[in-house]
């Protein structure tokens, strides 16, 4: 996109920012309510829990905290960009293209509920729904009518996209940029408690889609992976989890199931990283003995995940739910 069409973008969303900000605060809050039901519905049905809280993940974690000062939203994070084309289409966002159908039907009901919000909330909601902790936020975000360019989210493997020769530096450089310590970082990685891998989506596993090429924990259409234990369709078989009960929001990540379960679990070297360096290690450790522990810094780490680069415009300075 030429400078003078970007700078267009960011005029007409101050005018729709302008327009959002007239929006009554209660009926905001209301759709909201009303949206998280909806979208607990869709869960139960769906079990898309995983891929609901990687999108909201990689709308917010472009964020470059060194960018703060510029106009909005040059910092980028969790400002509804990654619902745009030229954003999914980045290699990190593989697949999400999914996640973004699912939640179009919804966001039609609820006009006003912007799409950074939709996806913030559908990423908590998921969590929640999925036996994690509450996520208390604020909500009345504007969208970014650009979406971001290429970078800033961690790689798997290497070679990593910093230049950075191990994971450990590369995870503290990528998440230093959005302003996260070490803690912060180990609690947040939590989140591959839940959820899988796909050959045909980051291609870190030869498992793919359909139930003959998934594990014995992904390759069964109805199997019991659930935090409440209710049985049925997981959805779409396939691709390797990191934990057995991948549809349970619990601290299992940090159980280290792949000792035992080798060939049916996945583990990335920024996985390993989390054990083995000296920095992560002690709070891998905690968070593996005390789930409180894991939650209570979890739900502080995704609350400000949710909330990096965010421009809030509805109530004063947005509405907490
Ligand atoms: C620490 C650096 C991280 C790396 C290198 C990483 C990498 C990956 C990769 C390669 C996948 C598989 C994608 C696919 O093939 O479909 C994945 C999935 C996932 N990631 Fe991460 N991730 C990281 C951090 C995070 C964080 C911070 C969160 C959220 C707080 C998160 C949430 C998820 C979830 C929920 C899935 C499962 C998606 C699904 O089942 O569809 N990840 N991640
Ligand atoms: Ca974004």
């Not at 390759?219 to 234990?229: K, Q, V």
Request: hydrophobic share 40%.
């Amino acid at each position: 996109m030429s400078a003078a069409r970007r700078v267009d973008a960011v005029a007409n969303h101050l005018h729709a920012a302008a327009s959002v900000n007239a929006v009554d605060a209660a009926a905001y809050a209301s759709d909201l309510r009303a949206m998280k039901m909806d979208i607990e519905r869709f869960l139960d049905e769906s079990n898309a829990n995983p891929i609901m809280v990687r999108l909201a993940w990689h709308d917010a974690g472009t964020y470059d905290a060194s960018k703060a000062h510029m106009p909005w939203p040059r910092a980028q994070g969790a400002n509804g960009s990654i619902r745009h084309e030229s954003e999914l289409a980045h290699g990190a966002n593989a697949g999400l293209v999914k996640a973004i159908g699912y939640l179009r039907p919804l966001k039609e009901k609820y006009a006003r509920v912007s799409w950074a919000d939709a996806i913030q909330l559908a990423g908590a909601t998921a969590i929640e729904h999925a036996g994690g902790p509450r996520i208390p936020m604020r909500y009345g975000r504007a969208d970014a009518e650009v979406g971001a360019m290429e970078g800033n989210l961690p790689d798997a493997e290497a070679p990593f996209g910093d230049g950075a020769s191990d994971a450990a530096t590369h995870l503290r450089n990528v998440f230093g940029r959005m302003g996260f310590n070490d803690r912060e970082i180990v609690a947040l990685s939590g989140a591959h408690t839940i959820g899988r891998a796909f050959k045909e989506r980051s291609g870190t596993t030869n498992h793919g889609y359909g139930a003959k090429n998934g594990t014995k924990f992904t390759g069964c259409p109805y199997m019991n992976a659930r935090a409440d234990g209710k049985e049925g369709s997981i959805g779409m078989p396939g691709g390797a989890s990191w934990t057995r009960r991948w549809l349970a929001f619990d601290n299992s990540y940090f159980h280290r199931e792949k000792l035992t379960d080798e060939k049916d679990l996945i583990w990335l070297s920024t996985d390993d990283a989390l054990v083995t360096d000296p920095g992560f290690a002690p709070h891998f450790k905690r968070y593996a003995h005390d789930q409180n522990a894991f939650f209570y810094d979890f739900s502080a780490a995704f609350a400000k995940l949710s909330e990096l680069g965010s421009r809030f415009v509805v109530g004063a300075s947005g509405i907490v739910l």
